[in-house]
């Protein structure tokens, strides 16, 4: 009997199929629509929380408020955050409402991008969301899998 594909079976258990995109850094990038918006996510299975940059508020039209929550990460300690509640966020076919968003300084992040010659990101989509999607990772096929809630 040949055995079912990861993608077959997944897909069977109604869950939604994104490519993800290697960059020149060694991260996934994957693209997401923040309220309408699309936009470009490196994807980190480390970082407890989504965030975007700074620059992202009048983009992705988000409603900021101050946040005591110092960001806490690679390369950055001790940065000053906003927040952003009641987001919605769609990845592929994927969609989630009330999405809570962090906003920090992303200069340094872009930066290393940028020298290591891949594109600027707008933000990082971190474990937050991936749990709430019950994500799966395809490293080797380079996709991610987010389960749909609303199965039609």
Do not use: Q
Request: proline letters at 1%.
């Amino acid at each position: 009997m040949e055995m079912e594909t990861l993608k077959t079976f997944l897909l069977n258990k109604g869950y939604s199929k994104i490519k993800l995109k290697l960059t020149a850094t060694n991260h996934f990038e994957i693209k997401a629509d923040i309220n309408g918006v699309k936009g470009r996510f490196i994807l980190d299975t480390g970082a407890s929380g989504s965030c975007v940059g700074f620059e992202a508020i009048e983009r992705f039209n988000l409603k900021v408020k101050d946040s005591e929550i110092k960001a806490v990460g690679a390369g950055a300690s001790n940065m000053m955050t906003k927040i952003s509640k009641s987001n919605n966020l769609k990845i592929g076919r994927w969609k989630k409402k009330r999405v809570a968003l962090i906003l920090f300084n992303l200069t340094h992040v872009n930066e290393g991008l940028i020298n290591h010659n891949a594109e600027p990101v707008d933000g990082i989509i971190g474990a937050d969301i991936l749990k709430k999607g019950k994500a799966i990772i395809d490293y080797e096929k380079k996709y991610l899998y987010l389960k749909l809630d609303n199965l039609s």
